[in-house]
């Protein structure tokens, strides 16, 4: 099993910044694509970005595109999300995943608990 266990979600007015971290365990970090999603109360789960196993590869969601960044740092297994010129509508419970490179859901074999997003106006 591959543990993820979500950091760094609050509370930011709108136009702020967060960085969301995500620690892995369990199993080798390095051969998995990682991702973040993300999820309003009474929504799906939507697709935010992902990176490839190598970190050479990124894509993101068009409402997210030239403001979220997607990093990876195998040598401390972790995923990080820079999230800039926070929006309202980027509120949420924000979700890790690992698993196979893809922007659905069904890519993803690992999932963390998630951490709150707040984005006040």
């Known amino acids: 099993q591959v543990q993820l266990v979500e950091f760094g979600g609050g509370l930011v007015q709108a136009g702020g910044s967060l960085r969301l971290s995500c620690a892995a365990s369990?199993?080798?970090?390095?051969?998995?694509?990682m991702a973040w999603f993300r999820q309003a109360p009474g929504k799906e789960r939507e697709f935010v970005a992902t990176?490839?196993?190598?970190?050479?590869?990124?894509y993101y969601a068009g409402s997210v595109r030239g403001r979220f960044t997607i990093s990876r740092d195998d040598a401390k297994n972790t995923v990080y999300l820079q999230m800039n010129s926070l929006k309202p509508e980027d509120t949420g419970v924000y979700y890790c995943?690992?698993?196979?490179?893809?922007?659905?859901?069904?890519?993803?074999?690992?999932w963390g608990q998630g951490t709150q997003v707040t984005v006040s106006s």
């Open positions: 990176i490839d196993w190598s970190g050479g590869i990124t």
């Open positions: 369990g199993r080798t970090f390095s051969r998995y694509a």
């Open positions: 995943a690992a698993g196979r490179y893809g922007i659905t859901s069904s890519a993803y074999d690992y």
